[in-house]
């Protein structure tokens, strides 16, 4: 992590976006995204490519048309760490890649079990969350 960086970021999303920050900062100081989205049905859930998945060699545009308008893929990251946001409908995916999508609650976990997609666990604060 950047402080820096995303002290950076966080000023110019201040300054592009103030509506949407003050939004996100109505809370209690110890929600997650997921939990501000939940009230609209919408979350962000990370979905790690398994090497036998029948995603693999498919492009960004056929999973989000597979996902029946369940969700958008907002970013990949690729095995390597590289990082696409708003990755190309083009864009091929491949082993190890993770799909970052937001979508209705409960689309993205019947599509990631229709295709055996590994869901992501994250320790916040010493709880561990499955996104």
Known sequence: MLPATIGGLRMAHMVTHPAAL?????????????????????QIEELAIVPDSPLIGRTIGDIEV???GGFIVMAL???DGSTFKHPDHSMLVMTGDTLIVLGHQ???????????????????RGTTYRT
């Not at 003050?22 to 919408?42: A, H, K, R, V, W």
């Not at 409960?106 to 916040?124: V, W």
């Open 66 to 68: 597979r996902g029946k």
């Open 22 to 42: 003050d939004f996100l900062d109505q809370n209690d100081g110890g929600s997650t995204i997921n939990e501000l989205l939940e009230p609209y049905d919408i």
């Open 77 to 79: 990251r690729r095995e």
């Open 106 to 124: 409960g689309d993205i976990p019947k599509f990631a079990q229709h295709y055996t997609l590994k869901r992501q666990d994250r320790t916040y």
